[in-house]
């Protein structure tokens, strides 16, 4: 069963940071691209950060660029995002999300607040 878990949320004051993690189970890690979106209320959701499957190539919002990384080790079968320099626009709920053919799977989401 393919399952992935987030954590590592939380209120941040503005220019702080957080990171995220995904855990995985249920598939081999290093085989598929994994990718960060995030949600904030009443916007679509939005990508923020992808790695690819060979982990040598990452791709990142206009909005996150130079602040946020995404990593992964696959010893762990955990994907990382790193946040720093933490702007209240950052505040949503942050997904992580890998797709198996036409299959898109989701973890529940963690919640990520900057405010002071």
């Known amino acids: 069963q393919v399952q992935l878990v987030e954590s590592g949320g939380g209120l941040v004051q503005p220019g702080g940071s957080l990171r995220l993690s995904c855990t995985a189970s249920g598939f081999t890690f290093s085989t598929y691209a994994i990718h960060w979106y995030r949600q904030a209320p009443g916007k679509e959701r939005e990508l923020v950060a992808a790695l690819t499957s060979a982990g040598r190539s990452t791709n990142y919002g206009d909005s996150v660029k130079g602040r946020f990384t995404i990593s992964r080790d696959v010893s762990k079968n955990t994907a990382y995002l790193q946040m720093n320099s933490l702007k209240p626009e950052d505040t949503a709920v942050y997904y992580c999300?890998?797709?198996?053919?036409?299959?898109?799977?989701w973890g529940q989401g963690t919640q990520v607040t900057v405010s002071s």
């Open positions: 999300n890998f797709a198996r053919g036409a299959t898109s799977y």
